[in-house]
């Protein structure tokens, strides 16, 4: 072989399989993204650079990019704030467009793991129009783990492990709280008692009429059920537990509300310690289930009763203080709750 041939061939070889990259591709395709980077306000965002398998592009003033890519890789990728985002193209809707690629509004988060066992967790956002973005922690029990900075707004969804090996956990978005749970499971619960009827079975936000009912429930959660106006026995179900009964008695335990609003009660010490339910209220009374057991407990109505101590009074009497938008309260049980008017002091 001549080997001014094969000289200028090592030459023309790389350049003919780089051909794709000797023009800076103006629009959108199944070989390049064209766009600009926009922050959650359209403003350009400059200086970030994106990436493909084969090149970069960092955005300009102007916010705009152009990143090659081949098949099967046909996404770019980058990093802005606290998490990593991913585009992916999209032929029948991004095909010859200059795509303008809007980041998302941003929080911080602490991550909350009610997890059995050490985890390396991977939350994910699908942002819409071909846009996720992903941030990792590390979830060890009885530890706090580390602030999430800038991270999408929304709900995410939340996997351990990686791989084929990753299962999926729930997570409830409580905005500076991610609070991140074993998967749903299912749990069944129904009323047991004679004469019950006319009931409605809750937990958290889901009612189910009935004797009976099963919930789908992320973490743990208090089932109640109210029949004819009366509370039965709440009981925490969830994870560890997937089956209960709640105990219901027609008779009823009840005191005159110091003010209007919804009232929950939250069991503090005690067999039912960890218990959060809302009590009924009715032309006035509000109904608390007889027999509860003893232990302490808190009654909140409104927000300011969350930050309200309020000094137990004697056992079987609510202690009660009234606030800017509700009230707080007190209960201590030496015994089992009897039916009939609960003493109350202020």
Avoid at 26 to 40: I, Q, Y
Avoid at 236 to 243: E, F, M, P
Avoid at 273 to 300: C, D, K, M, N
Wanted: glycine residues 10%; hydrophobic residues 40%; charged residues 20%.
């Amino acid at each position: 072989m001549d080997m001014g041939w094969a000289m200028n061939w090592r030459i023309l070889l790389p350049l003919t399989l780089a051909g794709c990259f000797l023009f800076e591709p103006t629009e959108t395709g199944p070989s390049a993204m064209v766009g600009r980077l926009l922050s959650p306000r359209g403003v350009p965002v400059r200086d970030i650079e994106l990436r493909s398998l084969e090149a970069r592009s960092k955005t300009d003033a102007g916010g705009e990019f152009s990143v090659v890519y081949k098949e099967p890789n046909q996404n770019v990728t980058f990093m802005w704030e606290g998490a990593s985002y991913r585009r992916i193209y999209r032929s029948a809707e991004d095909h010859g467009k200059r795509l303008d690629l809007r980041l998302p509004e941003v929080r911080n988060a602490v991550v909350d793991c009610s997890l059995p066992e050490t985890c390396d967790l991977k939350l994910h956002w699908d942002l819409g129009d071909g846009l996720t973005a992903s941030a990792r922690a590390r979830c060890v029990p009885g530890e706090p783990s580390a602030p999430l900075l800038g991270v999408p707004k929304g709900m995410p969804a939340a996997t351990c492990g990686q791989g084929s090996t990753a299962t999926s956990l729930g997570v409830q978005d409580h905005g500076e709280v991610l609070l991140v749970s074993p998967p749903a499971v299912r749990v069944e619960v129904r009323v047991v008692g004679e004469g019950a009827t006319d009931c409605s079975i809750s937990i958290r936000s889901q009612v189910t009429p009935g004797l009976a009912a099963e919930f789908d429930l992320l973490g743990t959660g208090t089932a109640s059920a109210v029949c004819a106006g009366i509370p039965s026995m709440p009981a925490v179900v969830g994870h560890d537990v997937r089956q209960a009964e709640l105990a219901w008695r027609p008779e009823v335990a009840w005191f005159s509300a110091p003010a209007k609003g919804a009232v929950r009660l939250v069991a503090e010490a005690g067999p039912l310690a960890g218990v959060a339910t809302e009590i009924p209220q009715v032309e006035g009374q509000l109904r608390l289930p007889v027999g509860l057991p003893a232990g302490s407990y808190r009654l909140i109505s409104g927000a300011q009763a969350l930050l309200t101590v309020v000094e137990a009074g004697p056992a079987g009497v609510v202690s009660a203080k009234t606030t800017t938008d509700g009230w707080g309260g007190s209960l201590v049980l030496e015994a089992p709750l009897p039916a009939g008017r609960v003493p109350v002091q202020r």
